[in-house]
């Protein structure tokens, strides 16, 4: 008897059809139907088949591992193949991400150099039209007393000595570079983007130059968590509570990501600080949600 055999007959068993399996799971019938004649084939991919049967033998109340060790032979799990969604477009994963060039990180420290010149070349008119012709030279020198030699002359003013004003300009210019660098040094390099929702299943395309990945999931109440990879490797498998939360999961060397959770509106995903926005039609429901996510690495 095959796995497929093995689902319809404990279905049949509990007086549950196609639909009610359906209904449990977010399932559609054609791929329950698919796994009960066992024609693998009209799948996405080994690992949908991995999943789907998993969530099918928990709507049953069985012991999805077992089962699935016991018809592992029987499966497409040793296949080497790269999942690829039909939902995801290839358009959208070859589109290169935009950066915005580093001419414009620089325009404001321009702008403020500019700024500090034309003041510099105002104050040296300024201080040039305000000194005394040569004829007056004389005003400046003080007789001692009459017919004495001894003269006091007045030192002239050094206009080599910066002036208050340009100090502060200097300050606002180095602080205005430091803060231009610290913009172009925070800048991300993960991205992540929201491809498709339908049927309580949200599909995902991340994009990431960096060699580290972090998953971190933070919740404010309890939510029921099944995180695991392409290969069927289980990070989280168990009610995770806000006690716990935050909780970090590296999955730098995972290529696509299935996670299932309850009560949506409670849990918080961040990817190497990126946020992962729900669908706005989940919105405050508690029904379990399906997010699978392909990620790229650039």
Do not use: C
Not at 13 to 20: F, V
Not at 88 to 115: A, D, E, G, M
Not at 194 to 199: D, F, P, R, T, V
């Amino acid at each position: 008897m095959g796995i497929g055999e093995r689902l319809k007959q404990e279905r049949e068993a509990k007086n549950l059809s196609l639909q009610d399996i359906q209904k449990q799971t977010k399932i559609q019938t054609r791929y329950l139907h698919a796994i009960e004649e066992e024609r693998f084939e009209i799948m996405p991919g080994s690992f949908y088949v991995r999943a789907f049967i998993k969530e099918y033998a928990t709507a049953l109340q069985l012991n999805a591992e077992d089962l699935m060790s016991e018809y592992e032979r029987d499966l497409p799990f040793d296949k080497e193949e790269k999942v690829a969604l039909s939902r995801v477009s290839s358009s959208k994963k070859n589109k290169p991400i935009s950066k915005t060039p580093s001419f414009f990180s620089f325009l404001p420290t321009i702008i403020v150099i500019v700024l500090i010149i034309g003041i510099l070349v105002i104050y040296w008119a300024l201080q040039n039209n305000d000194k005394p012709d040569d004829s007056n030279a004389n005003d400046n020198t003080i007789e001692s007393g009459e017919g004495s030699a001894d003269e006091v002359t007045i030192p002239p003013v050094n206009s080599d000595q910066p002036s208050n004003d340009e100090e502060n300009q200097e300050s606002a210019s180095d602080d205005t570079q430091d803060t231009s660098d610290e913009d172009t040094t925070n800048e991300s390099n993960t991205t992540i983007q929201l491809e498709q929702y339908a049927n309580n299943e949200s599909t995902y395309q991340l994009s990431t130059s960096e060699a580290e990945v972090i998953l971190t999931i933070e919740t404010t109440d309890q939510n029921w968590m099944q995180v695991e990879d392409v290969n069927g490797e289980q990070f989280m498998y168990k009610t995770f509570t806000n006690e716990e939360s935050p909780a970090e999961i590296n999955i730098s060397s995972t290529e696509e990501l299935f996670i299932r959770f309850g009560n949506p509106s409670t849990v918080t995903f961040f990817i190497n600080g990126e946020k992962i926005e729900l669908s706005e039609e989940i919105g405050n429901t508690t029904t379990p949600q399906n997010m699978y996510i392909n990620i790229e690495k650039q």
